[in-house]
């Protein structure tokens, strides 16, 4: 199983990201998947989670209606679209499928 994030970076204050997670070694159109997040100092956090199908999502409430989880189960992919980032949004951002974790993405919000 590997999952493979990319999309970080540094950004200023009310901009955007989208970040991408690639999945390979499961059947991915059968599973949830999520991403997660840590700040330095803090424990790591659901963001955001979507069934196998799409549909219903959840997201943690200091995302919502900012931040957008998608996935293309053709591509074997996971998207967080982070839109109006703040500053406490800064973290190594995960993806996690089949009980396995990426290796992480760097998202840095900051003037």
């Known amino acids: 199983v590997q999952l493979v994030e990319s999309g970080g970076g540094l950004v200023q204050p009310g901009g955007s990201l989208r970040l991408s997670c690639a999945a390979s070694?499961?059947?991915?159109?059968?599973?949830?998947m999520s991403w997660y997040r840590q700040a330095p100092g803090k424990g790591r956090e659901l963001v955001a989670s979507i069934p196998s199908g799409g549909g219903r999502t959840y997201y943690v409430d200091s995302v919502k209606g900012r931040f957008t989880i998608s996935r293309d189960n053709d591509q074997n992919t996971v998207y967080l679209q982070m839109n109006s980032l703040k500053p406490e949004d800064t973290a190594m951002y995960y993806c996690r499928g089949f009980g396995s974790w990426g290796q992480g993405t760097q998202v840095t919000v900051s003037s």
């Open positions: 070694g499961f059947t991915f159109r059968e599973y949830a």
